[in-house]
Every structure is written in structure tokens, then in C-alpha cells.
């Protein structure tokens, strides 16, 4: 799967970029995928990267190990999986991991799924970064002129805010003066032609020179210093207005109404403590590597459904890491280890009876 992947998106579009050296771009290589290509010794990737980074084309930001969704889970772990991700990015890329603090607005943080809190906002300012991106919807009443400078109120942390108008089908895309489009880079890949695509937003705009493209380092250097505070809502990348309203700013993660979502949420709070109530057990190791993998944030994004659809599949991988936590913890008495064996049974069934009774 990876290899696939690789081939398709993340290797053409760093050969992309070292061909177009007129692009400039802000990058986030989360953790869980770099130890990934470690293990596949796609170093050429890294060097390509890392070239990219020396000749001032890339910028990279921090961001959370295990792409979890940040605003649902403990402020110990949200910090812990930012430190995880430093340490093994570090490792992988070098000095040019952290070039971007050198820059007149630091290095940046780029947020799973665009998903703020005010929390999660304190924890990043407290782990050293110096800006996050947000979704337009976190903002007060959506309203944004991108060529001012925002700041969240209370980390006064700088705004890079994505604009929701590549979310709209219009053909004409560019209303301001500054167009920020902050998206997943795994989907940027106009496979038949082999250039950016940016999922059809800003389709094939690599050759037309009207457009300049800026690292968000380049870009906050151009619009005003003059600081505009606001107090943000808790929000992501796919919320609307009716999720704000209805008080559900993480539909696709988090909503009360999915059945799905709550039983996950709730056997991975009890998995997580029974990890860190067994310090000592000789396999505790294994059990938090196994319970890091299953807090990726994909498992309940395709509980929801609503976009690429409910698989069934994918929600069962996450789960098996969760119980794979359980399983591999050696100090856990019978008892235990049967109920959350028994548990996990049951949302492995009422995840594939949705999926069969939909049919």
C-alpha cells in the first residue's frame, strides 16, 4: 500500500518540486509516515527533501506523530505525540527539520485535520511553534481578509488560515489577493499528466506565471504587522455552519449521533488506561506502540461515511491496534483482558452490521 502511494503522490511531487523551482510550498511529513519510508529506505526522498529545504523552496512544520485528532484526546498525549514526532523527524531530515525556526516568523504547526481547540492551541505554544494553521470556519463568523494578520487571542499564536473557497465547485477560485489552500498532499496528483493537481482547486496552474506561490513564512512577511486578535471556535477542515450551530465541531470524528464513534471513543479511553496503569509490564513498550498506531484519526473519519463512504475495513485496522495494546500487555489479569476481548468483539460486529445491512 505504501510503495503504491509512494509511486503515485509523495515521491512525483517532491520530483515536482525540485523541477519547479519557482514553487514554494509549506510541507507536513507526519511522523508515522516518515518511519514508514525509513523502513522502506526511501532515502531518496529525504535527500530530495532535504535539498529542497537548503535552496529555501520548502519550509516544513511540526505536527502530531500519529495524525490523531488533537481536540479529543488528553493534553499529555497531545504533547507527547508532537515530541514524537520532533524526535524521529529530526532523526530522518537532519538540520533541515528545523530551518524554519530561523525564519522571521519561526516554524510553524500544522494541525490534523485542521482540528483547533483552545487547548490544543496552548499545548503547541508551550512545545516552542510559532504560528498553526485553522480552517476559515474556526474564525469568527467566517469572515477573513487574507491580507491582514490574524492572531488566536489567547497564545497570540499567527493564523494560517485555509480558505474555504476551494471547497466551492466555482470556477473562479481566486478572489483575493492571497489564496491560502491548505490540503493533503496525497491527493495533489494529476496521475495522467504527473503534475500538481491540487484535487482539482487549482488545476494545472504550475506553468502560469501569474500565480505565486509562498511558503507561509513568505507569505506572513508580506501582509501588514498590524495584528488583528480574535477568539476561535473548535473546528476542522470539513465543519459547517450547522455543525458549529448544533455544537458538533468534529462531525466526521466525533458525532454524538454515530453509534460507530462513541464505542471507538470510549474502548480507546479504556485501552489508553490500562496502558499507562501497567508502567512496568515487560511487553509496555509494544502495548503504546500499538495503542499510538489506533489513535490515527482515520478510523473514525471512515465511521462517518459521508465522503469516500463506510468502510468497514479500515475502521477494523484501528481497532486491531487498540486490542492489540490490550493483548500484548503480559500483567493484565483474565478478567480484564476478557472483557475487553468481549468488547471488541461486539464493535467489531456492529461495524460490519452497518456496512451489511446497508446493502
Known amino acids: 500500500m505504501l510503495r503504491a502511494e509512494y509511486n503515485r503522490t509523495y515521491f512525483p511531487l ?16 507526519t511522523g508515522s509516515l516518515t518511519q514508514q519510508l525509513l523502513d522502506d529506505e526511501k532515502t531518496e526522498f529525504f535527500d530530495l527533501l532535504k535539498m529542497l529545504v537548503d535552496r529555501n523552496q520548502v519550509e516544513l512544520t511540526g505536527s502530531a506523530m500519529f495524525h490523531p ?15 514524537l514526532n520532533e524526535e524521529l523527524n529530526q532523526k530522518a531530515l537532519g538540520d533541515s ?14 494541525l490534523p485535520e485542521l482540528a483547533y481547540s483552545d487547548t490544543v492551541a496552548r499545548v503547541i505554544r508551550q512545545a516552542g511553534f510559532q504560528w498553526i494553521t485553522v480552517d476559515q470556519s474556526s474564525m469568527p463568523e467566517n469572515n477573513v481578509d487574507w491580507s491582514k494578520r490574524y492572531q488566536e487571542k489567547n497564545t497570540e499564536l499567527p493564523l494560517l488560515i485555509h480558505n474555504r473557497i476551494f471547497h466551492s465547485t466555482s470556477e473562479d477560485r481566486f478572489m483575493d ?15 495522467q499528466n504527473m503534475e500538481i493537481d491540487w484535487n482539482t482547486y487549482l488545476y494545472h496552474t504550475i506553468h502560469d506565471h501569474s500565480i505565486i506561490y509562498l511558503t507561509a513564512n513568505e507569505y506572513f ?10 477568539a476561535l471556535h473548535q473546528s476542522s477542515w470539513q465543519t459547517s455552519d450547522e455543525d ?21 471513543w470510549s474502548f480507546l479511553r479504556d485501552v489508553r488506561a490500562a496502558v499507562i496503569q ?13 495503542l499510538d498506531r489506533g489513535l490515527s484519526s482515520c478510523t473514525w473519519w471512515w465511521a462517518d461515511g459521508r465522503i469516500l463512504g463506510y468502510n468497514p475495513t479500515n475502521i477494523c485496522r484501528g481497532l486491531e491496534s487498540m486490542i492489540s495494546a490490550v493483548r500484548a500487555l503480559e500483567t493484565l489479569q483474565k478478567k480484564e483482558r476478557l472483557v475487553f ?10 461495524v460490519w452490521a452497518r456496512h451489511w445491512n446497508s446493502q
Not at 489577493?177 to 496521475?191: A, F, M, R
Open 14 to 29: 517532491v520530483k515536482i518540486l525540485e523541477q519547479n523551482p519557482n514553487i514554494h510550498m509549506t510541507v507536513n511529513i
Open 177 to 191: 489577493t492571497y489564496n491560502v489552500l491548505i490540503s493533503d498532499g496525497e491527493n495533489q496528483i494529476d496521475e
Open 341 to 350: 476481548e468481549k468488547r471488541y468483539s461486539q464493535i467489531v460486529f456492529e
Open 244 to 264: 458549529l450551530n448544533a455544537n458538533t465541531p468534529f462531525p466526521l470524528w466525533d458525532m454524538p449521533s454515530n453509534a460507530i464513534h462513541q464505542l471507538l
Open 69 to 83: 485528532l488533537l481536540p479529543l484526546i488528553p493534553e499529555n498525549e497531545i504533547l507527547r505525540q508532537i515530541q
Open 97 to 110: 527539520w528545523k530551518k524554519a525556526q530561523a525564519s522571521p516568523f519561526g516554524r510553524g504547526f500544522y
Open 221 to 230: 512577511s508580506q501582509i501588514p504587522e498590524d495584528k488583528i486578535s480574535v
Open 278 to 290: 501497567n508502567p512496568h509490564d515487560l511487553q509496555a513498550y509494544r502495548a503504546q506502540c500499538e
